[in-house]
Nanobody, 121 residues
């Protein structure tokens, strides 16, 4: 079985920083695009930033200049460095990846369970 595991969420003061990590594990053959999404209370889930296998990125306008995504293919891990956090960034952050397995080479979406980020004013 394959899975994504997020870590790094927590409580931080406005203006502070957090670094989220997401690692894929299991019988994974390849990982294509990876992404971070978030969902705030009463809001729809939204894309924060995505990163492709050739490290092309696309950031939501709300986080440009503050958040940075990176990936370590050897570790099958994607990171999200979040700086200058504000209360509006409070949400559950979810990791997403397009992966294939040794037994099924068609790409499928894999989701983590989410990690809560709370930014105090």
């Amino acid at each position: 079985q394959v899975q994504l595991l997020e870590s790094g969420g927590g409580l931080v003061q406005a203006g502070g920083s957090l670094r989220l990590s997401c690692t894929a594990s299991g019988t994974i053959f390849s990982v294509n695009a990876m992404a971070w999404y978030r969902q705030a209370p009463g809001k729809e889930r939204e894309l924060v930033v995505g990163i492709t296998s050739d490290v092309s990125t696309n950031y939501a306008d709300s986080v440009k200049g503050r958040f940075t995504i990176s990936r370590d293919n050897a570790k099958k891990t994607v990171y999200l460095q979040m700086n200058s956090l504000s209360p509006e960034d409070t949400a559950v952050y979810y990791c997403n990846a397009d992966i294939t397995t040794w037994s099924n080479r068609r790409y499928r979406e894999l989701w983590g369970q989410g990690t809560l980020v709370t930014v105090a004013s």
